[in-house]
């Protein structure tokens, strides 16, 4: 069950990186032509570094899943590397648990953020009026599925822990380490042709 | 009291292993709680929107999709070989080619690890070919790389002139005379090494000049990028983050010309550019509010007058502000580093009467040292994961010699300021 619904999020959060590498790569365009625009016509699209903002922040909040699902946290490991096993599985957890301590209150701030900008009707102080609840709502899914990425990984340490698998814990959320955080990014770089 | 509260807590976290930005969020939790009169959590939810849609950050994603496009691009491989047909006849053969193709493709990335990962991996398989000594090679590689955030563009640059208010421009036009010194420093500390030691700089290569000539053409591909990232900020058109969606949209333009723009390779740069992105901006929202927190709480005032307190010259001051970023390189990863310590060492920095343009370029350079030095030298790990056997050792060993021609960097930015301020003072 647990399994399954991760290979669904896995799914999601995959779909939503590419959605938001797309929509910075429109966003260069934007801003491209806003550029020329400006400068070979004297005229200008007005708003595209607004926007730009809005899609960046958009694209980084529905990232943070798959940052979290990967590993992709920078943690110093000189000393942990160190360490006996045990100790450093008590270590991930601990990670782990500051980890979603941090999600938690981005999501918990940023959600009465939100409340009070749908509430009052905020609007941006710029010649583009937007809404801010648009960007903003799109803005505090991402942080959401970020959380429900960390609960779903929580409830499955959990369940390994309570049966003593600990490879199986080390694997969600131990530490890459550097060396393992570069081999992934040239695996990645060899498929490069 | 605070001072020594936040020093402890930020270390134990650290070295816990706990992630970096839940570390620094935390601990501006922490010191929230027991230091300032009204709790500043609620001002959490406007300052992670603020920072989220800041236009300047935008430069950070687009440099990164930048470096993602071209190292699927082919572009990297012409470049190095039109590098090694003009440098090679020097003492240290190819690994002059390996600085050269650094210097060009840090005038077109602005990350130091993207560097060295583009230009070791068309390198490397040249180490058996041809005889070099290896950890020199490898070292090259290394510290070559690390020119990706001192020659504009830079994200390093970006943030520090986010962080300390500083023109982005200018912070550019002064790594620019660094950044040439630093690399012929290199190629100087490879010539005299390999006419030192026999049999380190390989066997010789012998190349005519009609093709050398021959070759200039595929330096055009980064001269393009080059031009439209850097021209276009120079020439009045584009703001730092504009050059760099131009950056992007260059990028992709020779990819469809190279023939690789495909489906698959856009995915792939996109999943990359996402995951260093999300990373990168986790780090700089925990940060954020740390740094909020701490001058609330009066940090930097309280460090800025435990400084004035020890009764040294300024100079004093500054060279010991250096020595523990040399040791704090050895055990943090450069970026952490750099938005950790940037809001609380700048303005002493200011107070002393030191230029903070200047300033961001010392800054720079110890951030490239910290790339190289162990345990924790992100670059090292980068060469070492490209060559896939052999020992780390090796790599540590070639990056030494590198290391003190960062020294020598260091000095000659601190005795002659101008080679930094010289470019920005004409802008």
């Known amino acids: ?193 | 009291m605070i001072l020594i509260v936040t020093f402890s807590l930020l270390l134990l976290f650290i070295f816990l292993a706990i992630p970096v930005a839940a570390a620094l969020g935390l601990l501006g939790v922490v010191l929230d709680e027991s230091f300032s009169i009204m709790p500043l959590r609620r001002a959490i939810g406007d300052m992670m929107w603020e920072n989220s849609i800041e236009f300047l950050l935008v430069a950070v994603p687009m440099f990164v999709m930048l470096g993602e496009i071209m190292l699927r691009s082919d572009i990297a491989e012409k470049m190095y070989d039109a590098m090694a047909k003009w440098l090679s006849w020097l003492p240290g053969g190819l690994m002059h080619s390996n600085i050269g193709s650094s210097a060009i493709f840090a005038a077109t990335s602005g990350s130091s690890v993207a560097t060295a990962a583009t230009v070791g991996t068309v390198a490397v398989p040249q180490i058996d070919k041809r005889g070099y000594h290896t950890p020199l090679f490898l070292g090259s590689l290394a510290a070559g790389g690390t020119l990706g955030i001192l020659i504009p563009p830079s994200v390093g640059l970006i943030i520090y002139g986010l962080l300390t208010n500083t023109s982005v421009p200018k912070l550019y036009l002064a790594g620019i005379l660094p950044g040439l010194v630093l690399a012929g420093l290199y190629s100087l500390t490879i010539v005299l090494l390999c006419l030192a030691n026999k049999g380190w700089g390989g066997e010789k290569i012998s190349i005519s000049w009609s093709e050398r000539f021959a070759s200039l053409p595929n330096l055009l591909q980064p001269l393009f990028i080059f031009i439209v990232v850097i021209g276009s900020i120079y020439a009045g058109w584009a703001t730092p983050t504009e050059s760099a969606s131009l950056g992007v949209l260059a990028a992709l333009l020779l990819s469809w010309k190279n023939g690789k723009l495909t489906r698959d390779m856009l995915l792939k740069s996109f999943e990359g550019t996402m995951r260093t992105t999300a990373m990168i901006m986790l780090i700089i929202l925990a940060a954020a509010f740390l740094n909020f927190v701490l001058a609330v709480i009066g940090l930097a005032a309280a460090f800025q007058s435990f400084i004035e307190g020890l009764g040294l010259s300024p100079f004093q001051v500054l060279l010991i502000i250096i020595a523990i970023y040399l040791v704090m390189g050895c055990f943090m990863e450069s970026l952490s580093m750099l938005i950790t310590t940037t809001p609380i060492v700048v303005p002493v920095i200011v107070a002393l009467g030191y230029d903070p343009i200047w300033f961001g370029v010392v800054l720079m350079l110890l951030l490239e040292t910290a790339l190289i030095t162990p345990p924790i030298g992100l670059n090292l790990y980068v060469v070492q994961s490209i060559r896939q056997s052999g020992p780390i050792k090796d790599v540590i060993k070639g990056a030494i010699p590198f290391v003190f021609a960062m020294f020598v960097m260091i000095g000659l930015v601190i005795a002659f300021p101008s080679m930094a301020l010289w470019l920005p003072s004409l802008l």
Request: proline share 3%; aromatic share 8%; glycine share 10%.
């Open chain 1, 1 to 193: 069950m647990l399994i399954r619904t991760q290979g669904a999020l896995d799914r999601v959060s995959e779909i939503a990186v590419w959605v938001a590498g797309a929509a910075l790569l429109m966003t260069a365009f934007m801003v491209g032509l806003e550029v020329i625009m400006r400068k070979l016509f004297n005229s200008s699209l007005g708003g595209a570094d607004e926007i730009s903002g809005y899609v960046f922040a958009a694209a980084t909040a529905w990232s943070y899943a798959a940052v979290i699902r990967k590993k992709g946290n920078v943690r110093i490991d000189v000393v942990y590397n160190l360490m006996p096993r045990p100790l450093r599985i008590a270590l991930d957890i601990l990670s782990f648990l500051a980890l979603g301590a941090l999600f938690a209150l981005i999501g918990w701030y940023g959600f009465e953020l939100v409340k009070g900008t749908v509430e009052t009707g905020r609007i941006s102080v710029t010649p583009l009026r937007t809404p801010l609840s648009i960007p903003q709502i799109v803005w505090i899914s991402g942080i959401g599925l970020a959380l429900a990425m960390w609960v779903l990984i929580a409830l499955r340490v959990t369940g390994n822990v309570l049966r003593r698998n600990w490879d199986a814990v080390s694997e969600l959320i131990g530490s890459e380490g550097i060396e393992g955080e570069i081999k992934a990014e040239l695996v990645e770089t060899e498929g490069k042709s």
